[in-house]
Protein backbone atom coordinates (compact mmCIF):
# COMPACT_ATOMS: atom_id res chain seq x y z
CA UNK A 1 0.00 0.00 0.00
CA UNK A 2 0.97 3.32 -0.59
CA UNK A 3 0.40 7.15 0.88
CA UNK A 4 0.39 10.29 -1.83
CA UNK A 5 0.63 13.34 -0.38
CA UNK A 6 -0.36 16.05 -3.00
CA UNK A 7 0.02 19.63 -2.68
CA UNK A 8 -2.14 21.57 -5.06
CA UNK A 9 -3.39 24.72 -4.82
CA UNK A 10 -6.36 25.70 -3.00
CA UNK A 11 -8.09 26.91 -6.59
CA UNK A 12 -7.30 22.91 -8.15
CA UNK A 13 -8.39 21.52 -4.37
CA UNK A 14 -11.62 20.72 -5.12
CA UNK A 15 -11.48 19.81 -8.48
CA UNK A 16 -9.05 16.89 -7.89
CA UNK A 17 -10.57 15.66 -5.15
CA UNK A 18 -14.24 15.68 -6.46
CA UNK A 19 -12.36 13.68 -9.38
CA UNK A 20 -10.45 11.54 -7.29
CA UNK A 21 -13.95 10.12 -5.19
CA UNK A 22 -15.33 9.87 -8.43
CA UNK A 23 -12.91 7.11 -9.14
CA UNK A 24 -13.16 5.41 -5.49
CA UNK A 25 -10.31 7.15 -4.07
CA UNK A 26 -9.96 7.60 -0.31
CA UNK A 27 -9.34 11.54 0.04
CA UNK A 28 -8.73 13.74 3.17
CA UNK A 29 -7.43 17.61 2.54
CA UNK A 30 -5.36 19.46 4.46
CA UNK A 31 -5.42 22.89 5.00
CA UNK A 32 -1.67 23.42 4.63
CA UNK A 33 0.97 26.67 4.57
CA UNK A 34 3.87 26.66 1.73
CA UNK A 35 6.69 27.28 3.46
CA UNK A 36 8.40 29.93 0.85
CA UNK A 37 5.34 31.79 -0.15
CA UNK A 38 3.73 31.59 3.35
CA UNK A 39 -0.01 31.34 1.06
CA UNK A 40 -2.68 28.36 1.83
CA UNK A 41 -2.52 25.67 -0.31
CA UNK A 42 -4.12 22.06 0.22
CA UNK A 43 -2.49 18.94 0.80
CA UNK A 44 -4.48 15.98 -0.51
CA UNK A 45 -3.99 12.33 1.19
CA UNK A 46 -4.65 9.85 -0.43
CA UNK A 47 -4.34 5.66 0.82
CA UNK A 48 -4.35 3.37 -2.16
CA UNK A 49 -2.91 0.02 -3.43
CA UNK A 50 0.17 0.09 -5.37
CA UNK A 51 -1.56 -0.57 -8.74
CA UNK A 52 -3.40 2.56 -8.40
CA UNK A 53 -0.85 5.10 -7.70
CA UNK A 54 -0.43 6.22 -11.70
CA UNK A 55 -4.33 6.09 -11.63
CA UNK A 56 -4.18 8.60 -8.89
CA UNK A 57 -1.10 10.39 -10.57
CA UNK A 58 -2.65 10.86 -13.97
CA UNK A 59 -5.85 12.68 -12.18
CA UNK A 60 -3.61 15.03 -10.21
CA UNK A 61 -1.87 16.09 -13.29
CA UNK A 62 -5.65 16.29 -15.62
CA UNK A 63 -6.67 18.39 -12.78
CA UNK A 64 -3.84 20.51 -11.45
CA UNK A 65 -2.34 21.22 -14.87
CA UNK A 66 0.11 23.77 -15.01
CA UNK A 67 -1.36 27.22 -16.82
CA UNK A 68 -1.55 30.96 -16.97
CA UNK A 69 -3.63 33.11 -15.07
CA UNK A 70 -4.25 36.95 -16.22
CA UNK A 71 -4.76 38.81 -13.15
CA UNK A 72 -4.96 42.81 -13.25
CA UNK A 73 -1.90 44.56 -11.43
CA UNK A 74 -0.88 47.93 -10.91
CA UNK A 75 2.20 49.82 -10.82
CA UNK A 76 3.06 53.53 -10.10
CA UNK A 77 4.63 55.75 -13.55
CA UNK A 78 4.47 58.76 -11.67
CA UNK A 79 4.70 60.22 -8.43
CA UNK A 80 1.10 59.63 -6.97
CA UNK A 81 -0.34 57.84 -10.17
CA UNK A 82 -0.94 54.49 -10.84
CA UNK A 83 -1.74 52.37 -13.97
CA UNK A 84 -3.24 49.29 -13.98
CA UNK A 85 -2.35 46.36 -16.60
CA UNK A 86 -3.42 43.30 -16.85
CA UNK A 87 -0.20 40.60 -16.30
CA UNK A 88 0.09 36.57 -16.73
CA UNK A 89 0.56 34.96 -13.48
CA UNK A 90 1.88 30.63 -13.59
CA UNK A 91 -0.79 28.65 -11.01
CA UNK A 92 -1.63 25.18 -10.71
CA UNK A 93 0.96 22.37 -10.75
CA UNK A 94 1.38 19.76 -7.98
CA UNK A 95 4.27 18.90 -5.59
CA UNK A 96 3.27 14.64 -5.02
CA UNK A 97 5.45 12.30 -2.56
CA UNK A 98 4.57 8.63 -2.53
CA UNK A 99 5.72 7.14 0.28
CA UNK A 100 5.18 3.32 1.23
CA UNK A 101 3.05 2.22 4.36
CA UNK A 102 4.11 -0.06 6.56
CA UNK A 103 0.52 -0.83 8.08
CA UNK A 104 -3.22 0.13 7.67
CA UNK A 105 -5.31 0.07 10.78
CA UNK A 106 -9.33 1.15 10.95
CA UNK A 107 -9.88 0.68 14.59
P1 LIG B 1 6.47 24.56 -5.93
O1 LIG B 1 7.84 23.94 -5.99
O2 LIG B 1 5.49 24.13 -6.98
O3 LIG B 1 5.90 24.19 -4.50
C1 LIG B 1 4.55 24.46 -4.15
C2 LIG B 1 4.33 24.14 -2.68
O4 LIG B 1 4.55 22.73 -2.49
C3 LIG B 1 5.31 24.80 -1.72
O5 LIG B 1 4.85 26.10 -1.37
C4 LIG B 1 5.31 23.86 -0.53
O6 LIG B 1 4.13 24.06 0.25
C5 LIG B 1 5.19 22.51 -1.22
N1 LIG B 1 6.49 21.88 -1.47
C6 LIG B 1 7.23 21.94 -2.59
N2 LIG B 1 8.35 21.22 -2.49
C7 LIG B 1 8.33 20.67 -1.25
C8 LIG B 1 9.22 19.80 -0.53
N3 LIG B 1 10.39 19.34 -1.08
N4 LIG B 1 8.89 19.44 0.72
C9 LIG B 1 7.73 19.88 1.28
N5 LIG B 1 6.83 20.70 0.65
C10 LIG B 1 7.13 21.09 -0.59
P2 LIG B 1 5.92 27.23 -1.07
O7 LIG B 1 6.95 26.73 -0.12
O8 LIG B 1 5.15 28.44 -0.65
O9 LIG B 1 6.65 27.49 -2.48
C11 LIG B 1 5.97 28.10 -3.54
C12 LIG B 1 6.86 28.18 -4.77
O10 LIG B 1 7.97 29.02 -4.48
C13 LIG B 1 7.47 26.82 -5.15
O11 LIG B 1 6.57 26.13 -5.99
C14 LIG B 1 8.75 27.22 -5.84
O12 LIG B 1 8.50 27.59 -7.18
C15 LIG B 1 9.15 28.47 -5.08
N6 LIG B 1 10.11 28.17 -4.00
C16 LIG B 1 9.91 27.40 -2.91
N7 LIG B 1 10.99 27.38 -2.11
C17 LIG B 1 11.90 28.16 -2.72
C18 LIG B 1 13.24 28.58 -2.37
N8 LIG B 1 13.83 28.16 -1.25
N9 LIG B 1 13.88 29.41 -3.25
C19 LIG B 1 13.28 29.83 -4.38
N10 LIG B 1 12.01 29.50 -4.75
C20 LIG B 1 11.34 28.68 -3.93
Known sequence: ????LA???NDDASSVSSALTKENFSVTRLA???GFLRAGNTTI?????DDNVPK????IGTEC???TEIVPSSASYDIGRY????IEVPVGGATVFVVDV???HKL
Open 7 to 9: IVS
Open 65 to 67: KKR
Open 1 to 4: MKLI
Open 32 to 34: TTG
Open 83 to 86: ASFP
Open 45 to 49: IIGTE
Open 102 to 104: EQF
Open 56 to 59: ALDI
